[in-house]
Structures are given as C-alpha cells and as structure tokens.
C-alpha cells in the first residue's frame, strides 16, 4: 500500500477505506463511459490512449487532481524517447529502447483475444515509431520532416520458435 510507505505510521479506517475503493471504482466507470462515447463519436472501433487522454481531461475538473491523473496515465503508456544522434556515413546505427510499462491489466475482450492469440503460439504486436529527422548531404541540410512507422509483427511465444519479419507502413 501506497500509503504505508509515505507514512509509514498513519492509518486508515476499513469504512475510509470502503468510500476510496468506491469513489475510484465510480472515476473508472466514468472515464471508461466517456471514452467510449468519444470512440462511438469520432466513428472508430478502437479505444486509443488518446480517446482515454480526453475523456480524464473531461472528467477530472481542472487543477491538481486532474495533472496528476494526466501525468501518472502517461507514465502507464509504454513509450520511451530516444536521444538526439548523428547517424555517420556507410554506418548503421542501433538504439536500445527499453519499454517503461512492463504489467498492464487487461480485461473483457482484449484477455480473451490474448489468450487466444497465446495457444496459436504467437502474439501479435503494434509498434508505433514516430521520430522528428533531418536529412543532411555535403552542406545540404533538408527541414525537420515527421517520420511515422506502423508494424504489426506475430511474435512467438515460445522461446524455440524464431520470428519472422513483417512489413511495416511507412509515412514521410
């Protein structure tokens, strides 16, 4: 518990603890309810973390509570950002980025679409690279342009098997 390690000598009646436990169960139900009203609305099938972004901000008055729910939710996506480089001539260059949300709950369909994926012996992944670059030739240097890079691959679940490359979509 969060709270035992802040202070570690406070407590917490069980009956506090019943009105906490529901009023985050009631902030769930309503930016899962708005979400999904902005998914339906924009005409998608998906829910985004952008849909989720939208409807805490909706949600949540502004002020504090409301920061701390956008910054603890972007802490809960799995990005990284990689640092600036220069990419030398004839080279190629490998960046290790590293996932920063490694446990994510999953429920409803999604579980069941996992565990399906998981007994056909692989699972399918998105990755979404989305990076500012700069072309440069001789003294030529070109405008920062926005790279977008979608793929999709079948990664096995078994450590025996061996991936196979996937075509990915490309915008410049």
Not at 124 to 132: C, D, L, P
Request: proline share 4%.
């Amino acid at each position: 518990m969060v709270m035992k390690e802040v202070n570690p000598g406070m407590t917490i009646s069980s009956k506090a603890m019943t009105i906490l436990d529901n009023f985050m169960v009631d902030m769930f139900e309503r930016i899962a309810e708005t979400a999904a009203t902005l998914t339906k609305y924009v005409g998608r099938v998906t829910l985004t973390a952008a849909g989720i972004r939208c409807a805490t901000k909706m949600v949540f008055p502004p002020g504090q509570l409301a920061k701390h729910a956008m910054t603890e939710g972007r802490k809960a996506i799995a990005f990284n950002n990689a640092e600036t480089f220069f990419q030398p001539r004839r080279n190629v260059t490998y960046l290790d980025l590293f996932l920063s949300a490694n446990d994510v709950a999953l429920y409803g369909d999604v579980a069941r679409d996992l565990k399906t994926e998981r007994t056909s012996g692989a699972v399918e992944v998105v990755i979404k690279i989305r990076a500012k670059i700069r072309f440069k030739v001789g003294i030529w240097k070109s405008s920062h342009r926005k790279l977008k890079l979608l793929c999709s691959p079948r990664v096995p679940v078994s450590s025996t098997k061996s991936s196979q490359t996937s075509p990915c979509d490309l915008d410049l």
